[in-house]
């Protein structure tokens, strides 16, 4: 019968102290699991949101020769910034996937170490220009600060004499304002009016002699004159500005002879139809010549 008061004593003593264990019970079982798979689901779809944008940037920019690394960090940063925020900060440590694998302890490895910081960068820019972390963060409203308490006035009693200043402690006189001296008015005389000559059409085409006064009558310029007629060239198109900030320049281009890579691959590969390079081609017309 003794155990059975000591077994009772323990279930209802958390109780009797105050600590509600079925509440924090049925909260960690039941909301922590929601809000994980919350931030899953964010997750997952802001990694579809850097692939898109990564598909943008290879349609804006096919001359570039990216890699697989570069587009990990790409995306790593993309999601890194919208999901986190921060002031675009590059981080201090590759993924570990980049440090226990011993390809990349090498010296090649390390270049390819590199272009995935560069990739971080360039897609924490890609998500800070396109404005989506103000709607991933939760609005908060702060409270308004009170100004404090109104002016305390002292209003004196009605038919009260209000004490004036002595006079020795008025304000100066100040002094009076310098009389303006009249300027001396000058005659300007007119100005002159130039008389031309006026052309009419018959003394024009026939070749007749000028008159000696009269003005010259200047047609206007028809409406539907353009510059291209009165022979100004037309102003260039504006050039159209890139949708998406531009590569680093650490990320090389593609030479003139090997073809533009389809946007469609995640990763450019070159030449398209995954065969082998061509032979390289000459750099100056003596070579050009010789080739078969």
């Excluded at 060239?233 to 030479?255: D, H, I, R, T």
Aim: some cysteine.
């Amino acid at each position: 019968m003794r155990w059975k008061m000591v077994a009772l004593a323990g279930a209802l003593g958390p109780t009797a102290a105050g600590c509600n264990i079925a509440y924090y019970t049925a909260q960690t079982l039941v909301n922590e699991p929601c809000v994980v798979a919350t931030q899953l689901s964010i997750h997952h779809s802001l990694r579809k949101q850097a692939n898109a944008s990564w598909k943008e940037v290879r349609g804006e920019y096919p001359r570039r020769a990216f890699t697989s690394e570069f587009h990990d960090g790409f995306v790593d940063g993309y999601v890194d910034y919208l999901e986190h925020g921060g002031n675009g900060s590059i981080p201090a440590a590759p993924p570990p996937k980049y440090t226990r694998h011993k390809h990349y302890l090498t010296e090649e490895g390390q270049c390819l170490v590199k272009d995935y910081f560069l990739g971080f960068k360039y897609g924490q820019d890609i998500a800070i220009a396109s404005g989506k972390r103000q709607f991933l963060t939760v609005p908060v409203l702060l409270p308004v600060e009170d100004k404090g308490p109104p002016a305390f006035k002292i209003q004196p009693p009605a038919g009260s004499e209000i004490l004036s200043a002595p006079k020795s402690m008025s304000a100066p006189t100040p002094p009076p304002a310098p009389t303006p001296v009249p300027q001396q008015s000058q005659s300007q005389p007119a100005p002159t009016q130039l008389q031309f000559p006026t052309l009419t059409p018959e003394q024009i085409g026939a070749g007749g002699s000028l008159p000696q006064s009269g003005s010259v009558a200047i047609p206007p310029l028809p409406a539907e004159s353009t510059p291209a007629r009165i022979g100004i060239p037309p102003a260039p198109p504006p050039a159209v500005a890139p949708k998406l900030p531009a590569p680093p320049p650490e990320v090389a281009q593609f030479p003139a002879y090997v073809p533009t890579p389809p946007v469609s691959d995640e990763i450019p590969t070159v030449p398209p139809n995954r065969t082998e390079l061509p032979v390289a081609l000459p750099t100056h017309p003596e070579a050009a010549g010789k080739q078969p």
